[in-house]
């Protein structure tokens, strides 16, 4: 009997971890005060206790780490397979070693002032740690781990958000600074007792530190074995209560005869993994994308309905009732599905420019153009002369998109499809985009003039530029295959298309690039529109002739 709905349980998750990540900043920041003076960082100490020692402190931080804790090993215990990616395996692997290598820093600074009433100060603290090696080296370790997996789970957490591109470069830094910070403040806070250390027989002088001890050494080892022990206990019983046969075993069949068989409570996804089936899954499995999704042609009759953070993610996307995520359904008797992402048809071998393009999530610019009222335009050519146009326009486009960085995705008709950033970072990526819409707006000149006896009306461009996630590899099928991208970045570039030539203007591009690139778009217009589908809006400029770019684009780094 399932006591906590999912949600409930991703909830309590992560503000529990929410906590946790505030109590370990405002600790490091305590740490990094050091830089400053030792009286500095022993001001802050008091302040941070203030907060976190009170009754009311005290709960929040101990609930949280309690229900921070059990939450993992609950986790730990649902999850059907130890296959994971990388970065699922090391933010479980920090996690599960933090117990071990804080208990000897939690006994000293917590619990041994708790039994003797004497507390344990910053300089008190510094000279315990600095005067032994291991425990210099076990500080070090544990800060870093820590660290590590805080960023982890908020990066999990954080990256499918829509504000998240805004930040990122903010939160990286933060993310690289902090521990910098804090390891040189306890480096320099241990090395200003120099003086106080030379008085009582210089660095390492055990006898100096075991004097401020009051506690039994014996006491705190006992603590500190009761500690592990109860640790490993939690973890190690819930490895061995996962091991254990689960009742009742399903078959999750896939459309090339490839069948997984697994114990009731697996995920599909979790059967993809445990048989060693490639399958995509760009948030981890945490139900935050649409990415696993898989269409179910048999069985899904009697099937659990989704939760609702599968329902919400489904009607985001507006699935069919025959469409569920791999990561959230959990099949209770035998199904066929087919992975809509399926990634048999990624890593293909493709062209230098694509190499970087297989099956991944990355952050690109997306151009989108079209030509306007060609098919009027083609009603009075000949078909020869129509192809003889649509080419010429095709290589200029091909021309524009390749010369600026950028690779040509497809052609729609007489629109395109390119993608920038496969191998760039995203802000150099968005410049490139920008180069070539410039381009276009150029070549489309250049095409006029050439063809300006045979054109009843000059040919006119729309182009709809934005930036953010996407996924990126070779899709389709046999010699279909191709490099493509999908997703929302993709699909908001389209509307931006659209919105060009509601406005009769050459370009519509998200404020959000254009920031990204570095330029200054004044003097356009500017305006906020909404997406069809979503509740949130997007600013864009409405540029009239995307030629004017160029003069204003910033010069390369």
Known sequence: MTILSASTRKKTHLISGAVLGVFVLSHFTNHALGLISIETMEAGRRAFTFVWQSIPGTILLYGALLLHFLMALDSLYRRQTLRMPVGEALKIFFGLSLPFLLIPHVVATRVEPLLTGIDADYPAILRALWSSSAGTTRQTVALLFV????????????????????????????????????????????????????????????????????????????????????????????????????????????????????????????????????????????????????????????????????????????????????????????????????????????????????????????????????TRIAEHKLPYDTVFLLNSYFEMVGEAVEGSGGVIDKFIGDGALAIFGLKTPLPEACRQALTAAARLSDGIRALNLTFEDELEQPLRLAIGLHAGPAIVGEMGYGQATSLTAVGDTINTASRLEGLAKEHDAELAVSVELVERAGLDLEGNRRMVIGLRGRKATLETWIVDDAARLSGVMPAPD
């Open 147 to 374: 660290w590590s997996h805080a960023c982890l789970g908020a990066w999990f957490w954080m990256r499918g958000r829509d504000w998240f591109p805004r930040y990122e470069f903010l939160l990286y830094t933060v993310a690289l600074l902090v521990p910098i910070f804090a390891l040189l403040g306890f480096v320099n806070g241990a090395r200003s007792l120099g003086r106080d250390y030379a008085e009582h027989g210089g660095y390492g002088d055990r006898a100096y530190a075991s004097r401020q001890t009051r506690l039994d050494p014996g006491v705190a080892q006992n603590i500190r074995l009761a500690f592990y022990a109860g640790f490993a206990g939690l973890i190690g019983g819930t490895l061995a209560l996962r091991a254990m046969p689960a009742r009742g075993r399903i078959r999750v069949r896939y459309p090339d005869g490839r069948v997984a068989a697994v114990s009731l409570g697996f995920s599909v996804l979790e059967a993809s993994r445990a048989a060693g089936f490639p399958h995509v899954s760009v948030c981890g499995g945490r139900g935050r994308c649409s990415t696993c999704r898989v269409r179910v042609i048999e069985g899904l009759v009697g099937q659990p309905a989704p939760e609702a953070a599968e329902l919400a993610t489904l009607s985001r996307i507006g699935a069919p009732e025959n469409v569920r995520l791999a990561c959230q359904f959990r099949p209770t008797h035998n199904v066929t599905v087919v992975p809509i992402l399926d990634t048999d048809s990624l890593g293909i071998k493709t062209q230098l420019a694509r190499q970087n393009g297989g099956g991944r999530e990355r952050r690109v610019a997306v151009l989108f153009c079209d030509l306007r009222d060609f």
